[in-house]
Structures are given as C-alpha cells and as structure tokens.
C-alpha cells in the first residue's frame, strides 16, 4: 500500500509541484488548499484548508508523512497569538508518523531580520526531531522568483541598492521537489540546506533572466531609504513583485555552504545560469 502525502500551502508554487511529483510517484496525495484548484490532479485529494482555523483531526486520518508549506507572510495573530506558530502547534500534536518543514534560507545562520526570516527560525523548533528543508531562491515559473520575471517583462527599468552585489544562491524548482522526496523517502531528519553551492550576484541573475527573455534593461542605483519608499507604494498593488520583507533578505544576502548537501545527493541541480536557460 502506498503511503499517504499529506500537503498543506498546496495551492503555493513549491506545493503545486510537490503534488504533482508525489502523484506521478505513486503515493497517495492529500492537497490541503487555500482553495479549490482550476484544475486538479486526477486521484489527488484536495480538501480546503487554512492556516487561521483549526480543521478537523479526522482530515488527517491515515496520513503517514504531512509536509507543512503553508505561511501566512504577512504577521496576523488569532487571540495574541502568530498564526503561523498556532497552525504549526496544531499539526504537530497530531503526533502524525513524520513531518517535513519546507523553511528557508532565511532561518540560516545569520537568521534574516524579516519576520519571514525570524518567523521561520521559530517554527524550526517544533521541527527540530523532524526533517527541515531550507532552500535558497526556488527558481521557476512561480513565487519570488516568477514575481521578478514579470517585472522584468513589465518595465526594463529595474532599481538596483548598493550595485545589486548581494549573493543569490538558487535552485531549480525541480531540482527541489526531487530532491525532498529522496530525503523523505531515505528517512532523513535534521536540517538540509539546498541550493547550487555556485553562486550568483543579484545584477547579474537580472542580466541573465533579461538576456535569455530578450528584454531590454536599464539598472537604475536607488539609496536604500528610497528603495524602501518605494516598496511600500508597491504594496497598494495586487500581487507587488516585491515586499519589505523581501528587501530585507536582499539587503542581508549571505552565503551558506551548501557543498555537503550536494555532494551527499549525488546531485545533478542546474547551476543559476543553466536554469535561467531552461526556464527563460
């Protein structure tokens, strides 16, 4: 009997692509969803979920491995407390066979000063028996990432801080998906960081994005206090390609050394250049 993949954020990018993997696999896919998807994967589960409520235990029945993506990114608290720390408490007084949290490089030491960053950390505690994953930029047709192509196909004047010399490390959002479910299927637990150990500085992914699309661009150098002025006017718009929190991960780019995770994979990621290239 096939195992059961329990997925919650599985509308998101990351969890879209988990679901289709783990169907393709075989297992059994529970997608727990914002909300109802266009168009679904036949044999897929999809039941709504949200991280402010509290759903019934019974839609956890028979789950053998619940991989929790959903994050609520804008800090919201439900009775004074983070909702994203009340939806985790929940989940793991399931006492469900194994869990996996996707976090983020952001969780990395030096933890990022966004709330993105130092929410993540927290949420690592109540994982720290389990399996977490913290990948650097999930490069694919989605997220931050997807976010900072269509700017790119919108206006081929892109803001720069300090040169646009911080350190990107990325990897394909397949190289990812792949990569969980051969940690998951290995029984793996701790912390694995996982990105191409090459990396790349934030101009030059911009050159490369706008060489492969053939789009024009000019780089504008904006002060930081400007910059900022100019995320926040961002967010009067739906979807903005860019938050605060975003900037402040740019801002406090790092390096982590990845060459363990890749090495132990025996892994073939595309490199930054050679998945912009697929990709773009």
């Known amino acids: 009997m096939s ?15 988990m679901v289709k993997a783990f169907s393709i696999k075989g297992y059994s896919v529970k997608a727990l969803v914002h909300h109802q998807p266009k168009e679904k994967i036949k044999g897929v589960e999809y039941v709504n979920y949200s991280i402010e409520h509290f759903p019934s235990s019974e839609m956890f ?3 053998d491995v619940l991989i929790h993506l959903a994050f609520e990114f804008r800090k919201k608290t439900i009775d004074g407390e983070d909702v994203n720390i009340r939806a985790t408490k929940f989940i793991k007084e399931l006492n469900l066979p194994k869990y996996v949290l996707m976090s983020s490089f952001a969780a990395s030491e030096p933890v990022t000063l966004s709330y993105y960053g130092k929410c993540k950390k927290d949420l690592e505690h109540f994982f720290r028996e389990d399996l977490i994953i913290r990948p650097g930029l999930v490069l694919g047709n989605g997220g931050l990432f997807g976010r900072m192509k269509h700017q790119l196909q919108r206006s081929r004047f892109i803001p720069l801080l300090k040169d646009g010399k911080q350190v990107i490390q990325s990897i394909f959002i397949n190289d990812l998906v792949n990569t969980s479910i051969w940690l998951i299927e290995n029984n793996a637990v701790g912390v694995y960081e996982l990105a191409h150990p090459e990396k790349i500085v934030y101009k030059d992914l911009l050159e490369h994005m706008a060489m492969q699309l053939k789009m024009p661009v000019t780089f504008i150098p904006v002060p930081l206090l400007l910059m900022k002025g100019l995320v926040t006017a961002l967010q009067l718009f739906p979807n903005p390609p860019f938050n605060y929190d975003n900037l402040i991960g740019l801002m406090a780019s790092k390096y982590v050394d990845t060459s363990n995770e890749y090495k132990q994979m025996g892994s073939t990621w595309l490199s930054p250049v050679d998945t912009l290239k697929k990709l773009t």
């Open 3 to 17: 195992k059961t993949i329990a997925i919650t954020g599985a509308n998101g990018f990351i969890g879209t692509e």
């Open 61 to 63: 029945t028979n789950v």
